[in-house]
T-cell receptor, first 113, second 106 residues
Framework: DTAVSQTPKYLVTQMGNDKSIKCEQN?????MYWYKQDSKKFLKIMFS???????INETVPNRFSPKSPDKAHLNLHINSLELGDSAVYFC????????????FGSGTRLTVV | AQRVTQPEKLLSVFKGAPVELKCNYS??????LFWYVQYSRQRLQLLLR??SRESIKGFTADLNKGETSFHLKKPFAQEEDSAMYYC????????FGTGTRLQVFP
Protein backbone atom coordinates (compact mmCIF):
# COMPACT_ATOMS: atom_id res chain seq x y z
CA ASP A 1 0.00 0.00 0.00
CA THR A 2 2.80 2.36 -1.00
CA ALA A 3 1.59 5.97 -1.01
CA VAL A 4 3.65 7.25 -3.96
CA SER A 5 5.09 4.61 -6.24
CA GLN A 6 7.46 5.06 -9.15
CA THR A 7 8.52 2.63 -11.83
CA PRO A 8 11.10 1.65 -12.76
CA LYS A 9 13.43 1.96 -9.78
CA TYR A 10 16.51 1.77 -12.02
CA LEU A 11 16.85 2.65 -15.66
CA VAL A 12 20.02 2.28 -17.71
CA THR A 13 19.82 3.36 -21.31
CA GLN A 14 21.91 4.64 -24.18
CA MET A 15 22.20 8.21 -25.37
CA GLY A 16 19.56 9.16 -27.87
CA ASN A 17 16.93 6.75 -26.58
CA ASP A 18 13.44 7.74 -25.40
CA LYS A 19 12.24 6.54 -22.00
CA SER A 20 9.35 7.01 -19.60
CA ILE A 21 9.05 6.98 -15.83
CA LYS A 22 5.67 6.36 -14.23
CA CYS A 23 4.32 7.68 -10.95
CA GLU A 24 1.13 6.87 -9.10
CA GLN A 25 -0.21 8.09 -5.76
CA ASN A 26 -3.05 6.58 -3.76
CA UNK A 27 -3.33 9.39 -1.22
CA UNK A 28 -6.07 11.31 -2.99
CA UNK A 29 -3.75 14.31 -3.32
CA UNK A 30 -4.57 17.00 -5.88
CA UNK A 31 -1.01 18.04 -6.73
CA MET A 32 1.89 16.02 -8.09
CA TYR A 33 5.49 16.96 -8.84
CA TRP A 34 8.66 15.81 -10.51
CA TYR A 35 12.00 16.65 -8.93
CA LYS A 36 15.50 15.94 -10.19
CA GLN A 37 18.32 15.10 -7.79
CA ASP A 38 21.70 15.45 -9.43
CA SER A 39 25.03 13.86 -8.57
CA LYS A 40 25.71 16.56 -5.97
CA LYS A 41 22.39 15.71 -4.29
CA PHE A 42 20.79 19.03 -5.28
CA LEU A 43 17.00 18.79 -5.56
CA LYS A 44 15.30 20.91 -8.16
CA ILE A 45 11.68 21.01 -9.17
CA MET A 46 10.88 20.25 -12.79
CA PHE A 47 7.10 20.15 -13.08
CA SER A 48 3.95 20.40 -11.02
CA UNK A 49 0.43 19.31 -11.92
CA UNK A 50 -2.75 20.14 -10.07
CA UNK A 51 -5.72 17.97 -10.94
CA UNK A 52 -4.23 17.06 -14.34
CA UNK A 53 -3.36 20.67 -15.15
CA UNK A 54 0.25 21.83 -15.55
CA UNK A 55 0.93 24.63 -13.08
CA ILE A 56 4.72 24.74 -12.78
CA ASN A 57 7.16 24.21 -15.59
CA GLU A 58 10.65 25.20 -14.55
CA THR A 59 13.43 25.73 -17.04
CA VAL A 60 13.55 22.19 -18.31
CA PRO A 61 14.53 21.16 -21.86
CA ASN A 62 11.50 20.39 -23.95
CA ARG A 63 12.84 16.86 -24.38
CA PHE A 64 11.12 16.32 -21.03
CA SER A 65 7.35 16.03 -21.29
CA PRO A 66 5.11 15.27 -18.33
CA LYS A 67 1.72 13.71 -18.79
CA SER A 68 -1.07 13.41 -16.24
CA PRO A 69 -3.89 11.13 -17.42
CA ASP A 70 -5.71 11.62 -14.10
CA LYS A 71 -4.91 13.25 -10.77
CA ALA A 72 -3.44 10.03 -9.37
CA HIS A 73 -0.83 9.65 -12.10
CA LEU A 74 2.00 11.80 -13.38
CA ASN A 75 4.36 10.28 -15.90
CA LEU A 76 7.59 11.71 -17.26
CA HIS A 77 8.69 11.05 -20.82
CA ILE A 78 12.19 11.94 -21.92
CA ASN A 79 13.21 12.09 -25.58
CA SER A 80 16.72 11.89 -27.00
CA LEU A 81 18.39 11.15 -23.70
CA GLU A 82 21.70 12.83 -22.98
CA LEU A 83 24.51 11.97 -20.56
CA GLY A 84 23.58 14.99 -18.42
CA ASP A 85 20.12 13.55 -17.82
CA SER A 86 21.65 10.94 -15.52
CA ALA A 87 20.17 11.62 -12.09
CA VAL A 88 17.61 10.38 -9.61
CA TYR A 89 14.11 11.52 -10.45
CA PHE A 90 11.62 11.80 -7.61
CA CYS A 91 7.88 12.02 -7.91
CA UNK A 92 5.94 13.62 -5.07
CA UNK A 93 2.41 14.59 -4.18
CA UNK A 94 0.72 16.97 -1.76
CA UNK A 95 -2.89 17.63 -0.78
CA UNK A 96 -3.04 21.30 -1.62
CA UNK A 97 0.27 22.83 -2.63
CA UNK A 98 3.62 22.95 -0.91
CA UNK A 99 2.42 24.32 2.41
CA UNK A 100 1.29 20.89 3.53
CA UNK A 101 4.55 19.15 2.75
CA UNK A 102 5.13 16.49 0.16
CA UNK A 103 5.08 12.71 0.13
CA PHE A 104 7.87 11.41 -2.06
CA GLY A 105 8.26 8.31 -4.13
CA SER A 106 11.35 6.15 -3.78
CA GLY A 107 12.99 7.62 -6.87
CA THR A 108 14.10 6.38 -10.27
CA ARG A 109 17.84 6.24 -10.82
CA LEU A 110 18.43 7.01 -14.48
CA THR A 111 21.82 6.30 -15.97
CA VAL A 112 22.51 7.33 -19.54
CA VAL A 113 25.55 5.67 -21.11
CA ALA B 1 14.20 36.01 -4.29
CA GLN B 2 13.02 32.82 -2.65
CA ARG B 3 16.00 30.86 -1.46
CA VAL B 4 17.09 28.34 1.15
CA THR B 5 20.67 28.21 2.31
CA GLN B 6 22.30 25.35 4.13
CA PRO B 7 25.89 26.49 4.65
CA GLU B 8 27.35 23.14 5.70
CA LYS B 9 27.75 20.37 3.15
CA LEU B 10 29.00 17.95 5.77
CA LEU B 11 28.66 17.80 9.53
CA SER B 12 30.51 15.10 11.45
CA VAL B 13 29.94 14.41 15.12
CA PHE B 14 30.42 11.59 17.59
CA LYS B 15 27.54 9.65 19.05
CA GLY B 16 26.02 11.47 21.99
CA ALA B 17 27.19 14.91 20.85
CA PRO B 18 24.70 17.72 20.19
CA VAL B 19 23.85 18.47 16.58
CA GLU B 20 22.73 21.67 14.90
CA LEU B 21 22.07 21.75 11.17
CA LYS B 22 21.80 25.31 9.94
CA CYS B 23 19.16 26.65 7.58
CA ASN B 24 18.49 30.21 6.49
CA TYR B 25 15.77 31.30 4.13
CA SER B 26 14.89 34.28 1.99
CA UNK B 27 11.18 34.92 1.49
CA UNK B 28 9.10 38.07 1.70
CA UNK B 29 5.90 36.37 2.84
CA UNK B 30 5.03 34.21 5.82
CA UNK B 31 7.19 31.13 5.40
CA UNK B 32 6.18 27.48 5.52
CA LEU B 33 9.34 25.61 6.48
CA PHE B 34 10.18 21.95 6.58
CA TRP B 35 13.02 19.56 7.27
CA TYR B 36 13.30 16.43 5.17
CA VAL B 37 15.65 13.51 5.74
CA GLN B 38 17.03 11.11 3.15
CA TYR B 39 18.69 7.94 4.41
CA SER B 40 21.14 6.28 2.08
CA ARG B 41 19.53 5.66 -1.32
CA GLN B 42 16.01 6.03 0.05
CA ARG B 43 13.14 8.41 -0.50
CA LEU B 44 12.93 11.78 1.16
CA GLN B 45 10.85 11.69 4.32
CA LEU B 46 9.25 14.61 6.05
CA LEU B 47 10.93 15.09 9.41
CA LEU B 48 9.43 18.33 10.72
CA ARG B 49 7.02 21.09 9.78
CA UNK B 50 7.48 24.37 11.59
CA UNK B 51 3.76 24.94 12.06
CA SER B 52 3.27 21.67 13.92
CA ARG B 53 6.05 22.45 16.45
CA GLU B 54 6.58 18.76 17.06
CA SER B 55 9.65 16.73 17.91
CA ILE B 56 10.45 13.74 15.72
CA LYS B 57 13.22 11.27 16.58
CA GLY B 58 14.46 13.81 19.12
CA PHE B 59 14.90 16.57 16.52
CA THR B 60 13.41 20.02 16.95
CA ALA B 61 13.49 23.17 14.86
CA ASP B 62 12.43 26.68 15.76
CA LEU B 63 11.53 29.33 13.27
CA ASN B 64 13.35 32.59 13.96
CA LYS B 65 11.82 35.21 11.70
CA GLY B 66 14.23 37.90 12.85
CA GLU B 67 17.23 35.85 11.75
CA THR B 68 15.29 34.13 8.94
CA SER B 69 16.51 30.81 10.25
CA PHE B 70 15.08 27.37 10.88
CA HIS B 71 17.94 25.40 12.37
CA LEU B 72 17.51 21.70 13.16
CA LYS B 73 18.74 20.53 16.54
CA LYS B 74 19.17 17.33 18.49
CA PRO B 75 20.78 17.20 21.92
CA PHE B 76 22.33 13.72 21.58
CA ALA B 77 23.12 12.35 18.13
CA GLN B 78 22.71 8.65 17.35
CA GLU B 79 24.49 6.63 14.67
CA GLU B 80 21.16 6.00 12.92
CA ASP B 81 20.79 9.76 12.44
CA SER B 82 23.46 9.61 9.73
CA ALA B 83 21.69 10.82 6.59
CA MET B 84 21.22 13.73 4.24
CA TYR B 85 19.08 16.53 5.67
CA TYR B 86 17.28 19.09 3.55
CA CYS B 87 15.66 22.29 4.67
CA UNK B 88 12.77 23.36 2.43
CA UNK B 89 10.63 26.45 1.94
CA UNK B 90 7.03 25.98 0.84
CA UNK B 91 5.62 28.51 -1.59
CA UNK B 92 3.79 27.38 -4.70
CA UNK B 93 6.42 24.65 -4.68
CA UNK B 94 8.98 23.27 -2.25
CA UNK B 95 12.32 24.99 -2.63
CA PHE B 96 15.09 22.87 -1.17
CA GLY B 97 18.42 23.87 0.24
CA THR B 98 21.52 22.10 -1.00
CA GLY B 99 21.42 19.64 1.88
CA THR B 100 23.74 18.78 4.75
CA ARG B 101 25.17 15.32 5.16
CA LEU B 102 25.25 14.35 8.84
CA GLN B 103 27.75 11.68 9.82
CA VAL B 104 27.54 10.32 13.34
CA PHE B 105 30.56 8.29 14.38
CA PRO B 106 30.42 5.64 17.11
Amino acid sequence: DTAVSQTPKYLVTQMGNDKSIKCEQNLGHDTMYWYKQDSKKFLKIMFSYNNKELIINETVPNRFSPKSPDKAHLNLHINSLELGDSAVYFCASSPRGAGYGYTFGSGTRLTVV
Amino acid sequence: AQRVTQPEKLLSVFKGAPVELKCNYSYSGSPELFWYVQYSRQRLQLLLRHISRESIKGFTADLNKGETSFHLKKPFAQEEDSAMYYCALGTDKLIFGTGTRLQVFP
